[in-house]
T-cell receptor
């Protein structure tokens, strides 16, 4: 059963516009969420995280929003750049769940020049 | 100077063989992990070690045996390889603690024929 779902396998946006990547989760025990970015033939790299005590966290062009009641989070990239083209993974961990991260399947973002 | 390095990058072998994947991190982290990305693109945790001690052991066949000779190394040995073991295996490390980001290696693509 997929506890972390990224329902859009791919997303294409124009350079300079906003990219919005979505993630839904089913486990109400999840209280910490992370986004990772992955380029081809490389491992995922950490991008940004958010704790369930917050509803927004910002780091430069990247902002993550958390809607706990909807069990939904989103990653906004503004403005999008061609170098942002990658696969983005949403991940979550649960209080009391040791250090096990549960990942979504990823969304492939393509930013067109 | 790669932070988390794993070898080999590609591994092609026949069913029934035994193979090992090596992982080393130079970040001074206490915790290391093995993740598997299967054909459906899910990244799933297999094992986690903290200071050479096993702390997470997901439902993984006994044919998979991690070995941590010291906290900078976590190797994965696989016995009697099966077709279904074909996947990309990622090693990762972190400072430990639930909210510490993972630093991934670039993956080992294992193909069992």
């Amino acid at each position: 059963d997929q506890q972390v779902k990224q329902n859009s396998p791919s997303l294409s946006v124009q350079e300079g516009r906003i990219s919005i990547l979505n993630c839904d989760y089913t486990n109400s025990m999840f209280d910490y969420f992370l986004w990772y970015k992955k380029y081809p033939a490389e491992g995922p790299t950490f991008l940004i995280s958010i704790s369930s005590i917050k509803d927004k966290n910002e780091d430069g062009r990247f902002t993550v929003f958390l809607n706990k009641s909807a069990k939904h989070l989103s990653l906004h990239i503004v403005p999008s750049q061609p170098g942002d083209s990658a696969v983005y993974f949403c991940a979550a961990s649960a209080l009391g769940g040791s250090e096990k991260l549960v990942f979504g399947k990823g969304t492939k973002l393509t930013v067109n020049p | 100077d790669t932070a988390v390095s794993q070898t080999p990058k590609y591994l092609v072998t026949q069913m029934g063989n035994d193979k090992s994947i090596k992982c080393e991190q130079n970040l001074g982290h206490d915790t290391m992990y093995w993740y598997k990305q299967d054909s459906k693109k899910f990244l799933k945790i297999m094992f986690s070690y903290n200071n050479k001690e096993l702390i997470i052991n997901e439902t993984v066949p006994n044919r998979f045996s991690p070995k941590s000779p010291d906290k900078a190394h976590l190797n994965l040995h696989i016995n009697s390889l099966e077709l279904g073991d074909s996947a990309v295996y990622f090693c990762a490390s972190s400072q430990g603690g639930r909210n510490s980001p993972l630093h991934f290696g670039n993956g080992t693509r294992l193909t069992v024929t």
